[in-house]
């Protein structure tokens, strides 16, 4: 799913034109983004959390040239899917 299939499905259910709710979703994303930039984790209570999490420095190898690289310590963005969210999708697919 795009984000164009979100904003299509959002403004059916809805009855909001799509392009109100496309600047709705991308202000979310960037207020998600702003607020991950900041070091502040963003909570979605029964969907999930945005959080940031620190990756430690490592020793990696650069294969072609056959050299060992160091990757600095580092911060990366993640989510964290609520324990609803994963029953729900856990319980909904079948194989």
């Given at each position: 799913?795009?984000?164009?299939?979100?904003?299509?499905?959002?403004?059916?259910?809805?009855?909001?034109?799509?392009?109100?709710?496309?600047?709705?979703?991308?202000?979310?994303?960037?207020?998600?983004?702003?607020?991950?930039?900041?070091?502040?984790?963003?909570?979605?209570?029964?969907?999930?959390?945005f959080v940031?999490?620190?990756?430690?420095?490592?020793?990696a190898r650069?294969?072609?040239?056959?050299?060992?690289?160091?990757?600095?310590?580092?911060?990366?963005?993640?989510?964290?899917?609520?324990?609803?969210?994963?029953?729900?999708?856990?319980?909904?697919?079948k194989k």
């Open positions: 799913m795009t984000k164009a299939d979100i904003v299509n499905e959002v403004s059916k259910s809805t009855g909001v034109e799509k392009i109100t709710v496309q600047k709705t979703v991308e202000a979310f994303m960037d207020a998600v983004k702003i607020a991950l930039s900041k070091n502040d984790n963003v909570y979605l209570r029964g969907f999930g959390s940031i999490k620190k990756r430690a420095k490592k020793t650069n294969i072609s040239k056959n050299t060992t690289i160091i990757i600095p310590e580092h911060f990366i963005p993640a989510f964290k899917p609520a324990k609803m969210f994963v029953t729900k999708v856990k319980n909904t697919i």
